[in-house]
């Protein structure tokens, strides 16, 4: 029922929103005579390797600096990457990714090798589902770039402060999922950016109904600043190795 509903709806958006896409790959493509997308290789279900399509929101070769988490100050981000990022336009051609069957709508967001590689054996089942465009924490945390943005490490401090967050919510959603719970995240996340605190709120709202701890629930209601945290089933050893490898 979930791999038909997203291949449907997908290849119906692929046609109705062809318009706004060739209009973006152009004014993209006219910043600087480069490809307007970003195929960047992501771990899906399994483990399996794939491309995950993006607008290009960066310079070209912008990943070639080592580093995976982008705060809202990087300079590497383009004018109208910034408006594209903000708007989460630059997100649309992966609406191929899941026509193809490497991505569905809602799901744990895929990362890269050299994150994966520092999952626990727990934070390991995030792989045990197809990756999504989105999911509680796309919502919770639409804001990742504001919240690592004075970094001087945006790396380590996503694994400090969202990392744990995400992992405990990517997990919870791998547990609860339905298409009920698909279409409201879905509506939240187009909600977020004109609202964050009422997608927040409604994404509490799931949580409770579906089970999830109080302590989650706080999470991602974001009334409290982020502290520094374990992804699940990390041991503060280990975490102590994480944070230092690079």
């Known amino acids: 029922m979930k ?3 997203d291949f449907v709806l997908a290849s119906l958006l692929s046609i ?6 060739v209009l973006i790959a152009i004014l993209v493509f006219m910043q600087d005579w480069r490809s307007p997308f970003y195929r960047g290789e992501r771990v899906g279900m399994g483990g399996c390797h794939f491309r995950m399509l993006k607008f290009r929101s960066m310079i070209t070769d912008a990943d070639r600096s080592g580093v995976s ?3 809202a100050a990087d300079s590497r981000i ?7 990022r ?3 336009l630059d997100e649309l051609p992966q609406l191929t990714n899941i026509v193809r069957g490497e991505m569905s709508f809602v799901g744990p967001r895929p990362n890269v090798s050299s994150e994966v590689n520092l999952y626990s054996e727990i934070e390991r089942g995030l792989l045990d589902i197809r990756p999504g465009v989105t999911d509680f924490a796309s919502i919770v945390f639409a804001d990742e770039g504001e919240i690592i943005r004075e970094s001087a490490d945006p790396d ?5 402060l969202i990392r744990p967050g995400k992992s ?19 509506a939240l996340t187009v909600l977020a950016p004109v609202s964050g605190s009422l997608a927040r709120r409604g994404v509490v709202r799931i949580l409770e109904s579906s089970g999830a701890d109080k302590a989650l629930r706080e ?18 050893s280990e975490w102590e190795q994480h944070l230092s490898y690079d």
């Open 3 to 5: 791999r038909a509903f």
């Open 16 to 21: 109705i929103l062809s318009p706004l896409l």
């Open 69 to 71: 988490s982008t705060s």
């Open 78 to 84: 383009t004018g109208l990457g910034r408006t594209l």
């Open 86 to 88: 903000r708007c989460k």
């Open 156 to 160: 380590r401090d996503y694994n400090l």
């Open 168 to 186: 405990r919510l990517g997990l919870h959603y791998v547990r609860v999922r339905s298409l009920a719970i698909d279409i409201q995240l879905m």
């Open 219 to 236: 999470i991602a209601s974001r009334a409290q600043p982020l502290q520094p945290g374990l992804p699940p089933g990390v041991s503060e």
